[in-house]
């Protein structure tokens, strides 16, 4: 059925008979094939996925998982870096995965399969030049039609495609014909999601399909509270709540909304999802509207303490949200500081909402407004050991130090990284003729060459 | 001068007037004073808007860093109550140099926006929602009508906004001539720093300049930049005849 990485290098291949396995590799590791057990595990990794990623996961059987993430990739920082996040996971999880964004189902589960790349990304628009090398054993045909095809002279996808299809249809059946339209995008295939345990859902049906925007918003007004209702029997608040919209074409569109914080409010959540209609595209109308809690949390009631002292702080969750659903999760954050000399790793991103951490930068030096992401090497004149620069050339423009404080040492940190052990770095704050403060410092500490290079970076700007 | 113009009974009858006219005469606008004397009596009310969009910019160079204009607004944010909101399209803030001005890492929450677009989007969703102390937002262009739509809802929710103008080449800076619907309009140049006796870089120094105020003049200031809490000061030469002065008259009077 499958070998493993490392059976692939021997020259086993899936198909291989056993036997013959067996003669050429005797201390070969045999499994029995176990379908309904991957067949498990695959829809835990899909909901896993629907967790992670996008509202619309299924099972492709045997061995993959399609998503529909139209309008889920910009949450994740654009399409490629989704998908490397997807592999990466897997691959943290002992899977090696390939990831495939395409503009159908057909075309994705073909590329996954028989492309080179781990990962790829189809130009819209471009899936008929990307899959006419592939063989047509990407098309999700029965084996009988692929060994017909075989038979014809007929092994790649392109090949295939240019044929008429009425003899096609005359000695294979339709199959054929359904496969590549499906993989060209000619005719549309739904995918049915994979449903969280149990949630928390409500649906209304349509007697005449709805499109406008205006009716689709006053159906999510008419649904949300239904769903409230339902968290409030069972004490939870919704983390995650996907909409989805079934098309009369059998297509299912989806929106998503998180919150940071358990919410069961009416108001806020027909909110979040009415932003977001005009993402959908209707088509030619909407059948039945499902309503999902995916995502709900236990959410406590809480007694107000009324301070005496203090003005409570007004609550900014529902424009965390807001802005959530609008940039992503990723783009809104705080800085928390972290415990390290190294002005670029004594900072991390923290939740926007996490709980507020005690610790906080020591303030005994200055510290730039801008810091550079990167330190740009800087031209500079110092006299040896730790002098500040008399001069030094930024972007080509040469500017004389009038003053300057420092140097503010700082070493490797040799308990991450063992090739940081003899670093040092020699920060000063100086002050050029017209007035500009900067932030600068050496790599080395100017006596040792082990210290670093010591060339001269610019860091961070003063204001 | 405009404090003085302050006390005349017609012209503040005139004042209340116009401002019926313009539609918020139900409440009297809050302000968030400088505390300084000399800069917040040049603003009408006595000092920053609240409820309004401000614009700052970098002079010189620094229109391309806003470091000191990041810095001017950091210690405006610090003054106020609440979270503030900090959006960007390229981060590079350091946070622990808000610290230094008195704005607290718990305090400011950022929003890493892709593009011009989503920084006016998330400025205004951020200044209509009226709980947070302070927004501000780095942004290069703003025209006419979008800086309308921030002040109304600025208007609205009675938060301040603050938008850093910062360009990406120092030619696009002429934009900053450009009208737009903002209440007051600075420019934060560095200056070099109070000389120390000793080797080393003194208190910074910049060159505020009020290039436009609504209902106000303009005025430069030479000013001392933030302090631990966010509040400028005078350099001490300048300050010094006004402000010895009137101490001595509170003590001859006390």
């Known amino acids: ?463 | 001068m405009t404090a003085e113009l302050n006390k005349k009974p017609g012209l503040e009858t005139l004042r209340a007037a116009i401002s019926r006219l313009e539609g918020h005469s139900d409440r009297r606008r809050k302000m968030l004073p400088f505390g300084v004397r000399e800069i917040d009596a040049r603003l009408p009310g006595g000092g920053l808007a609240l409820g309004a969009l401000h614009e700052v910019a970098g002079g010189g160079n620094d229109a391309l860093h806003s470091a000191a204009a990041g810095q001017f607004c950091a210690g405006i944010a610090a003054r106020t109550r609440g979270k503030v909101l900090w959006i960007v399209t390229r981060q590079d803030v350091f946070a622990p140099s808000l610290k230094q001005v008195g704005l607290s890492a718990r305090r400011t929450i950022y929003v890493e926006a892709r593009s011009d677009v989503d920084v006016l989007a998330c400025f205004e969703e951020g200044l209509r929602h009226g709980g947070l102390g302070a927004v501000v937002a780095e942004v290069a262009r703003l025209s006419m009508t979008a800086s309308r739509r921030l002040q109304l809802a600025a208007e609205t929710s009675g938060s301040l906004g603050i938008a850093i103008r910062r360009w990406r080449r120092q030619t696009d800076a002429a934009d900053f001539g450009q009208p737009t619907a903002s209440v007051t309009r600075w420019r934060v140049s560095v200056l070099p720093s109070v000389p120390l006796p000793v080797p080393g870089v003194g208190r910074p120094r910049w060159l505020l300049e009020l290039i436009r105020a609504r209902a106000g003049e303009c005025a430069d200031f030479e000013v001392e930049a933030c302090d631990g809490k966010g509040r400028l000061s005078l350099p001490a030469a300048l300050a010094d005849g006004s402000d010895q002065e009137a101490a001595g008259q509170r003590r001859a009077s006390a």
Not at chain 1, 14 to 32: F, H, I, N, R, S
Not at chain 1, 45 to 63: E, K, S
Not at chain 1, 413 to 432: G, H, P
């Open chain 1, 1 to 463: 059925m499958s070998v493993d990485l490392a059976a692939r290098k021997l020259g086993l291949r899936p198909g291989t008979p056993v036997a013959k396995a067996q003669a050429l590799y005797p201390d070969l590791v045999l499994m029995d094939a176990d379908p309904d057990g991957d067949r498990l595990g695959l829809e835990k990794l899909a909901l896993w996925f629907q967790h992670r990623i996008a509202p619309i996961v299924a099972v492709d059987a045997p061995d993959g998982l399609v998503l529909d993430t139209t309008g889920a990739d910009h949450l994740h920082g654009g399409e490629l870096p989704m998908l490397k996040d997807m592999v990466h996971r897997m691959a943290g999880a002992g899977f090696r995965a390939k990831a495939v964004v395409a503009d159908t189902w057909g075309a994705a589960h073909a590329i996954a399969r028989y492309g080179r790349a781990p990962i790829a990304i189809v130009p819209s628009g471009g899936t008929a030049s990307a899959l006419a090398d592939l063989p047509v054993e990407a098309l999700r045909l029965p084996s009988t039609i692929i060994e017909g095809l075989a038979t014809l002279g007929v092994s790649r996808i392109g090949q295939l495609a240019a044929m008429p299809r009425a003899p096609l249809a005359l000695r294979f059946g339709p199959d054929v014909a359904r496969r590549l339209d499906q993989a060209f995008g000619r005719i549309g295939e739904a995918i049915v999601p994979v449903r969280p345990v149990d949630p928390v859902e409500v649906s209304r049906n349509f007697a005449e399909p709805i499109g406008a925007a205006e009716t689709i918003a006053r159906y999510i007004g008419k649904l949300v509270p239904l769903l409230c209702q339902g968290l409030d029997e069972r004490g939870q608040g919704v983390r995650r709540l996907d909409l989805l919209l079934h098309r009369v074409d059998s297509r299912t569109e989806a929106i998503r909304v998180a919150t940071a914080m358990p919410v069961r409010d009416v108001k806020r959540l027909t909110r979040l999802l009415c932003e977001k209609i005009e993402t959908i595209n209707p088509g030619f109308g909407i059948e039945r509207m499902v309503l999902i809690a995916s995502l709900a949390e236990l959410m406590d009631r809480r007694q107000t303490v009324s301070s005496l002292i203090a003005e409570e702080e007004a609550d900014v969750s529902d424009l965390i949200d807001t802005l959530a659903n609008r940039v992503g999760t990723q783009a809104l954050y705080r800085f928390a500081p972290v415990e390290s000399d190294l002005p670029e790793r004594s900072f991390c991103r923290v939740p926007a909402l996490a709980p507020e951490e005690t610790k906080d930068w020591p303030e005994h030096w200055p510290r730039p407004t801008r810091l550079l992401a990167r330190p740009e090497p800087v031209q500079a004149m110092a006299e040896l050991p730790d002098q500040p620069p008399l001069f030094f050339i930024w972007r080509g423009v040469r500017r004389k130090v009038k003053c300057a404080d420092g140097p503010e040492r700082v070493f490797g940190e040799w308990w991450k990284n063992d090739a940081e052990l003899t670093i040092a770095r020699d920060y000063f704050r100086v002050e050029d003729t017209s007035g500009e403060r900067f932030w600068l410092y050496r790599a080395g500490d100017g006596e040792h060459g082990e210290t670093g290079s010591q060339g001269w970076f610019l860091h961070g700007i003063f204001g």
